[in-house]
C-alpha cells in the first residue's frame, strides 16, 4: 500500500480517541468555545490512561495491518477500496462509539457507570464491522468493474 494507507491509518489511531471526542462533544454539544472545551476534555488526561486506552483501540488497526500486509488484497484495485473501507469503517464506528459513550456528559442524561466498558467494546466490534464493510466494498467494486467492463 502507498504512504497515504498509512498516513490515514495512523492518523485516524492517533486522532480518534476518547479525549478528541470528548472535547468536539464540549464544544458541539456543551457550547464551549474551543480552547475552554479543550480544558475541560483534557482536565482528567494523563498519559498512562491514553495510552491504557490506546492498547484496547489498536487492536482493530493490528489486525487491518495484518490482513493489509500478508493478503493479496492489495493487488488489486477492488481490494484496495476494501481496505480503505475497513479503515473508514474502524474511524467512524471508534467516533461513533465514543460519541455515544460520552455524549451524557454535556447533556441532563443520566451517564452509566459501565459506559466506561465501551472502551474495551468499541474496537471489538470495530474488527467485525470492518470485515463486514470491507467485503461488502470489495464486493461493490467487482460488481462495478464488472458492469462496466460490459458496457
Known amino acids: 500500500m502507498r504512504w497515504l494507507f498509512w498516513a ?5 489511531f492517533l486522532l480518534i480517541n476518547e479525549t478528541t471526542v470528548n472535547w468536539l462533544l464540549a464544544v458541539v454539544v456543551g457550547g464551549y468555545a474551543p ?8 482536565q482528567y488526561f494523563t498519559l498512562h490512561s491514553f495510552l491504557s486506552s490506546a ?17 493479496s488484497l492489495k493487488k488489486s484495485s477492488s ?8 479503515l473508514a469503517a474502524i474511524s467512524l464506528f471508534h467516533f461513533w462509539g465514543y460519541w455515544g459513550m460520552q455524549h451524557s456528559l454535556f447533556t441532563s442524561e443520566h451517564t452509566s457507570s459501565t459506559s466506561a466498558l465501551a472502551i474495551i467494546f468499541i474496537p471489538i466490534h470495530a474488527i467485525w464491522l ?9 464486493g461493490l467494486a467487482k460488481i462495478t468493474k464488472s458492469a462496466f467492463s460490459r458496457v
Open 55 to 71: 492498547s484496547f483501540r489498536i487492536v482493530p488497526y493490528a489486525v487491518l495491518c495484518a490482513v493489509v500486509l500478508f493478503s
Open 8 to 12: 490515514l491509518l495512523f492518523l485516524s
Open 79 to 86: 481490494g484496495k477500496i476494501a481496505i480503505y473501507c475497513s
Open 35 to 42: 480552547q475552554p472545551g479543550f480544558e475541560r476534555a483534557t
Open 130 to 138: 470492518s470485515a463486514v464493510l470491507g467485503a461488502l466494498g470489495y
